[in-house]
């Protein structure tokens, strides 16, 4: 999962970074992981079936937590399967969080890096003063 955030990492660590295609890049980065999470099912199958096969060469055995009725410490989700354990209690939660924690950092600097865009010769002509207002507040 961290594997999809790695180019965009690398991008925002370079001192000269276009802050457009890097907007772009995040939000592709955000389609990519909600369409994940939409297809959560289907892709943890894939994924926890090669985790099972890994485990297998290393000699370890599944295990999973003790389910109580009243359980304040940590998730306590209903299954049927090992496989829908670790679905419902990791990597659902785990790719929430992820998304969210993107849309945190980037999502406010969308309106700002368009608002910049009306600088530019081609799009000032365009465009009224107004449109300049949220990189005007930032700056």
Same mark, same amino acid.
């Given at each position: 999962?961290?594997?999809?955030?790695?180019?965009?990492?690398?991008?925002?660590?370079?001192?000269?970074?276009?802050?457009?295609?890097? !907007?772009?890049?995040?939000?592709?980065?955000?389609?990519?992981?909600?369409?994940?999470?939409?297809?959560?099912?289907?892709?943890?199958?894939?994924?926890?079936?090669? #985790?099972?096969?890994?485990?297998?060469?290393?000699? !370890?055995?599944?295990?999973?937590?003790?389910?109580?009725?009243?359980?304040?410490?940590?998730?306590?989700?209903?299954?049927? +399967?090992?496989?829908?354990?670790?679905?419902?209690? #990791?990597?659902? &939660?785990?790719?929430?969080?992820?998304?969210?924690?993107?849309?945190?950092?980037?999502?406010?600097?969308?309106? +700002?890096?368009?608002?910049?865009?009306? !600088?530019? &010769?081609?799009?000032?002509?365009?465009?009224?003063?107004?449109?300049?207002?949220?990189?005007?507040?930032?700056?």
């Amino acid at each position: 999962m961290l594997s999809t955030t790695h180019n965009l990492s690398e991008k925002f660590k370079k001192t000269n970074i276009d802050l457009s295609q890097a !907007i772009a890049n995040f939000t592709s980065i955000l389609d990519l992981l909600s369409e994940q999470r939409v297809n959560a099912n289907d892709n943890f199958k894939t994924l926890y079936a090669q #985790v099972k096969e890994i485990a297998a060469k290393l000699d !370890i055995k599944e295990d999973i937590s003790r389910v109580c009725r009243l359980q304040t410490a940590r998730n306590n989700v209903p299954y049927s +399967t090992e496989e829908e354990y670790y679905r419902r209690a #990791v990597y659902v &939660p785990y790719l929430d969080d992820f998304c969210n924690s993107l849309k945190e950092r980037f999502e406010s600097y969308k309106e +700002t890096v368009a608002s910049l865009q009306h !600088i530019l &010769p081609e799009s000032c002509t365009k465009t009224d003063f107004y449109s300049l207002e949220a990189a005007l507040n930032f700056y």
